[in-house]
């Protein structure tokens, strides 16, 4: 017994340790066992909550997802501009609380303005007076949130005080790598959402397959580490959870590809269902199968052209993304924080959960900009032409494209 209670070295192994503390105290260990399945229910009620919530908000369509995007970006910011809350400084400082969000509430008017500048032409289409004011909005939209945010500048500089220069300036510039790191990556989501909410749903469904196998897979196979900034993460989760993650993304694709509700790309603000004929990526194509036994009962097999793309998704998703939750880590660490909230049990706040989404958002918007065919009606075409040309300009277009016509008739006879 003397032997167990001599103190380890420095240089002994964590490992053995581990298992000598176990030796004296059982007790400790089973109630270590019964903490770590506890915990693990109820993260898994908790995802089934959010798993239900988001599949009626699916239902719903596009406006109440990306509803559900700004509310959590609105809750994400939140907990972010607490971590650097003083409360003595900011009762010396009333209002400066006000300029944080002042200054996220004018970017979010900029970035959505850019984003759903087409969508609320479209909405508006019918009425020729607004019409003509929201083409007049949209034109100067960015010369507005210009001056707003200059307006916010000046704010800021009328509410320094001499010895809270320091405080202010460091929220200054935290506000801004908010903006720059957590709005700005999350809000290409709304954009994906436009294209079809197929290129949320995908991406954002690897995500949370990459995170749940890696779970489970490191919670019962876990033994060698990944990383230091993330201690529980394991080599077997994070192998195990990218197989698994690609596969899924090739079926689920598959899947996702025959609803037209997902599909369809929405080119307006209303919530009406959508239908539309779907595009060459969910068309499925056949492939013969040959060299199988005569008997066995499948001869060809379809792939939707989507389920390509998919892969690509999935290997980002898998490969990539959790880096963002490692960023995430080591940022908490820094602050010697577990979560940045406490919102939902058993996985912390909303930004613990949104790291490796923000990510994953920015790229597929620029993989489906970069390598998707893209689809441009002649209705597109048309408002753009309506919206950025003068009248003179239209007549010109005109003449010219009737020269174009005439001169094609000629050289077919």
Not at 142 to 166: A, D, E, N, Q
Not at 185 to 190: M, P
Not at 324 to 350: C, E, L, N, Q
Request: net charge positive.
């Amino acid at each position: 017994m003397q032997d167990h209670l001599i103190p380890s070295s420095p240089s002994t192994p964590t490992r053995i340790r581990r298992r000598r503390t176990q030796e004296i105290f059982p007790e400790l260990s089973k109630v270590d066992e019964q903490n770590k399945y506890r915990s693990m229910w109820i993260r898994t009620y908790s995802s089934l909550w959010m798993l239900i919530s988001i599949i009626i908000i699916l239902y719903l369509g596009h406006l109440y997802i990306c509803a559900m995007v700004v509310v959590i970006q609105i809750i994400m910011t939140f907990e972010l501009f607490n971590l650097l809350r003083r409360p003595d400084e900011d009762r010396c400082l009333p209002g400066f609380r006000l300029l944080n969000w002042y200054f996220f509430f004018t970017g979010m008017l900029f970035v959505y303005g850019r984003i759903l500048s087409q969508q609320l032409v479209n909405t508006v289409t019918s009425d020729e007076f607004s019409y003509k004011l929201v083409g007049k909005v949209i034109k100067y939209q960015m010369v507005f949130c210009y001056f707003l945010y200059i307006s916010g500048l000046v704010w800021f500089i009328l509410t320094l005080k001499k010895r809270t220069y320091k405080y202010q300036f460091g929220q200054y510039a935290w506000t801004h790598m908010i903006l720059f790191v957590v709005f700005t990556q999350s809000s290409f989501t709304v954009a994906n959402i436009f294209e079809g909410i197929f290129w949320f749903l995908l991406p954002a469904s690897l995500i949370a397959m990459n995170d749940v196998a890696a779970y489970f897979f490191g919670f019962f196979f876990g033994k060698t580490p990944l990383i230091k900034l993330s201690p529980k993460k394991t080599w077997e989760g994070f192998i195990g959870a990218s197989i698994a993650t690609i596969i899924t993304a090739f079926l689920f694709a598959n899947v996702l590809g025959h609803f037209q509700w997902l599909t369809c790309p929405r080119k307006d603000l209303s919530t009406g269902w959508l239908q539309c004929d779907p595009g060459p990526l969910f068309k499925p194509e056949y492939y013969s199968i040959t060299g199988w036994p005569q008997w066995f009962p499948l001869k060809e097999i379809s792939i939707l052209p989507v389920q390509w793309h998919a892969l690509c998704l999935g290997l980002f998703a898998s490969i990539i993304a959790p880096f963002g939750g490692f960023f995430a880590s080591g940022f908490k660490r820094a602050f010697k924080i577990k979560d940045f909230g406490y919102y939902i049990p058993g996985h912390g706040g909303f930004t613990d959960r949104m790291d490796c989404q923000m990510v994953m958002a920015i790229f597929v918007y620029i993989y489906y900009q970069s390598f998707v065919p893209q689809d441009y009606s002649v209705e597109m075409i048309l408002d753009q032409i309506v919206r950025n040309l003068s009248f003179e300009d239209q007549k010109a277009l005109y003449y010219r494209l009737g020269q174009m016509f005439r001169q094609r008739q000629l050289e077919n006879y």
